[in-house]
């Protein structure tokens, strides 16, 4: 099968390209981590991740080093991996 990663990190450059593969190779129980889903650049990743079924779990704070209020979100399914 083609879907063989339990969890997929998409930062860096190309995210929502990222997005678009990410939901191709994960495992049915795999979750995916997107950082920075607060930026209005990303919501069409976050927007491929969510129609393909995912659920999502935004994370609000502060990073290090930063005055910035940022968020990372957690994509799932039913029956995921981290049994949420």
Do not use: M
Not at 11 to 34: H, L, M
Not at 43 to 53: D, K, L, R, V
Not at 57 to 64: E, H, K, Y
């Amino acid at each position: 099968a083609d879907s063989f990663f339990d969890l997929v990190i998409i930062d860096g450059r190309r995210r929502n390209e990222c997005a678009t593969v990410a939901v191709q190779k994960i495992k049915p129980a795999g979750i995916i981590i997107f950082d920075d889903t607060h930026r209005e650049k990303y919501s069409a990743g976050c927007q491929i991740i969510e129609t393909a079924g995912f659920k999502r779990l935004d994370f609000w704070g502060f990073a290090n080093g930063s005055i910035e209020y940022k968020c990372s979100t957690l994509f799932y399914r039913p029956d995921n991996c981290l049994d949420i």
